[in-house]
C-alpha cells in the first residue's frame, strides 16, 4: 500500500487539490440533502442517518470515499448558520476568507508551543494580539512595560478563566469574585476549577448588573476583589453600565475583568462602538470573533492592560525553551496560553484583518445590528407577537403573544424538528422567550418576515392540535 500524501511538504497543494473538490462538492450535495437550516427529523432520526453513513468507524481495510460520504453526512446533518433562519446561538457564519486560511493552517499544522515549530505564526501572533490589544486600550501614553497585551484563546470561557487566574496570581493567591446575576456561567465555573471562594452575585434586575448593589457589595465584602461585568449578555445582548461600574472599582480598589466575548466586535463600528465606553478601564477583556468577528471557531482572546500580569504563565520546559536557546534569542511561547500543543488561528485573524480592514468589519457589524433592529420592529408591529425589549446588539427576544411558557417551549422544539428555523430561548422577567440571534449580514427583510411566519404557524398548528406537513 502505497504512503497516503501529505497535506504540506512540496506535493501538499497537488494532494489537496483534488480532495478539495471532492469536500465541496459532498457539502453542496449535504446542503442540497438537508434542506434547510436544521436537519428534520429530530435526534433520533440525525443519529440514525449519520450511524449509516459511517457504518464501521474503523474497518479492517479502508474506504477511499470515506472523504465524500462522510462530508456529505456532516453537511446534511449540520446546523448551518449562514442560513439566515439559523438564529439561536452566538454561532456566526464564517466568512470564506477567514475559512481558506484556516485551510492553510490545517495544512502546515504549526504549533505554538515552540518558535522553532512556529516560526512565522509566533510573529503573526504577537502582531495580531498587541494590535487588537490597543484596539480596546488605545495607543495612549504608556510606559514601556504598560503597552497592552492580549492572549489567543479557545473562546470567552478559557478567556475567562484565565482572567480569573490572573487576578488569583497578582493579589498573592487569593481574590473573592463579585459578578452580576446576567453573568456567563463560566466564570462561576472558573471561580470553582481555581479553588476561590464563592461568587459574591449582584443583582441584575433589568438584565445589566445594577451598579449601586454593586457598590453596595464592594462596600460590604473584605479584598482582594474582583469584578467582572459583561459587554453583551449571552441571553438578551446587553452591555452593563461600565463606566459606573469602572468608577466603583477604582473607588474600592478592586479589579476589574470585562466579558465582552459578544459585544466586543462593536469596536470595529464607528456607529456602535460608543456603547463599549469604559472598556478600556478594564485589567482585562475577553473577545471572541468567532461571534461578531464571522471567524471560525476558535477565535478568542483575552487582552491584558498590564503585560506584567502575564508573568505568571510563565514556564520552563527545557525541550521547548531551554534558557540559553531564550538568551539566544529564540522567542519563548510557552508563557502564551496555559496550554501547550497550540493551533495557530492567528491566521484567520490576520486574513480578515487585513482583508477587510476596521471599515469592513465595522460594516458587517452595522448590517447584523440594522437586521435585529428591523426584526424587532416587525415584532412590534404584529399583533401576534410580544417584544422584551429593543435590541441592544443583535439579539432579539420574542414571543407569541398569550402563549404559556409550555407552547413557547413546544413552538421551538418542533420548528427544530421540522428543520425550518433554529431559535434559541431563555428566560427573563420570570417568562420564556424565544431568541432570535442575528449574526448573519446576508440574511434581508423577507428572511426576517419568514422567521416570524413560521413561527405563527407552527404555533397555530399546535394550538389547534394539527400535525404538520
Known amino acids: 500500500m502505497s504512503t497516503p500524501p501529505l497535506a504540506s511538504g512540496p506535493e501538499g497543494p497537488r494532494a489537496l487539490r483534488p480532495l478539495l473538490d471532492t469536500v465541496l462538492e459532498a457539502l453542496a450535495s449535504g446542503a442540497r440533502a438537508r434542506g434547510g437550516p436544521l436537519p428534520a427529523g429530530g435526534p433520533e432520526t440525525v443519529a ?29 446533518g449540520a446546523a448551518d448558520p449562514a442560513h439566515p433562519l439559523c438564529a439561536a446561538h452566538l454561532h456566526c457564519p464564517p ?19 515552540s518558535w522553532d515549530q512556529a516560526p512565522a505564526a509566533s510573529e503573526l501572533e504577537m502582531l495580531v494580539a498587541g494590535a487588537l490589544a490597543r484596539e480596546i486600550y488605545g495607543d495612549g501614553q504608556r510606559a514601556a512595560t504598560e503597552t497592552p497585551d492580549s492572549l489567543i484563546t479557545t473562546g470567552g470561557t478559557e478567556s475567562n478563566q484565565l482572567a480569573l487566574l490572573l487576578a488569583r496570581e497578582v493579589y498573592g493567591g487569593s481574590v473573592r469574585l463579585v459578578c452580576g446575576a446576567n453573568a456567563h456561567h463560566s466564570l462561576a465555573r472558573a471561580a470553582w476549577l481555581l479553588g476561590l471562594p464563592e461568587p459574591a452575585v449582584v443583582p441584575a434586575p433589568a438584565g445589566t448588573l445594577d451598579p449601586t448593589a454593586l457598590d453596595e457589595t464592594l462596600t460590604r465584602l473584605p479584598g482582594p476583589l474582583l469584578v467582572a ?61 468567532h461571534k461578531l468577528g464571522w471567524q471560525p471557531i476558535a477565535a478568542g482572546l483575552l ?23 531564550t538568551e539566544a534569542g529564540l522567542p519563548d511561547l510557552l508563557g502564551r496560553s496555559l496550554r501547550t500543543t497550540r493551533r495557530p488561528d492567528v491566521l484567520k485573524l490576520a486574513v480578515t484583518l487585513k482583508t477587510l480592514g476596521r471599515s469592513g468589519l465595522g460594516t458587517l457589524v452595522d448590517q447584523v445590528c440594522a437586521r435585529a433592529r428591523e426584526f424587532a420592529a416587525l415584532v412590534h408591529d404584529h399583533p401576534g407577537f410580544a417584544l422584551h425589549a429593543p435590541p441592544a446588539i443583535s439579539t432579539v427576544l420574542f414571543r407569541p403573544a398569550g402563549a404559556t411558557d409550555a407552547t413557547v417551549a413546544a413552538v421551538r422544539r418542533a420548528l427544530l424538528t421540522d428543520g425550518r428555523a433554529v431559535l434559541g430561548r431563555t428566560r427573563l422577567d420570570g417568562r420564556l422567550w424565544l431568541k432570535a440571534t442575528l449574526l448573519n449580514p446576508a440574511a434581508g427583510p423577507d428572511d426576517l418576515a419568514a422567521m416570524l411566519h413560521l413561527v405563527a404557524a407552527r404555533r397555530a398548528t399546535l394550538v389547534e392540535g394539527h400535525t404538520p406537513r
Open 303 to 325: 487582552a491584558v492592560k498590564d503585560p506584567r500580569d502575564l508573568t505568571t504563565l510563565r514556564q520552563r520546559a527545557d525541550y521547548l525553551n531551554a534558557a540559553d536557546d
Open 48 to 76: 440514525a442517518r449519520v450511524r449509516e453513513a459511517v457504518g464501521e468507524v474503523l474497518p479492517d481495510q479502508g474506504d477511499p470515499h470515506a472523504l465524500r460520504s462522510l462530508v456529505h453526512a456532516f453537511a446534511e
Open 229 to 289: 461585568t459583561t459587554a453583551g449578555t449571552t441571553d438578551a445582548g446587553l452591555i452593563d453600565p461600565l463606566p459606573e461600574i469602572a468608577a466603583h472599582c477604582a473607588a474600592h480598589g478592586a479589579r476589574l475583568h470585562i466579558d465582552a466575548a459578544y459585544g466586543g466586535g462593536l469596536l470595529f463600528s464607528t456607529r456602535h462602538r460608543a456603547a463599549l465606553t469604559g472598556l478600556d478601564a478594564a485589567d482585562t477583556v475577553t473577545l471572541d470573533l
Open 95 to 113: 466568512l470564506a476568507i477567514a475559512t481558506a486560511a484556516d485551510l492553510a493552517a490545517s495544512a502546515l499544522n504549526p504549533s505554538l508551543d
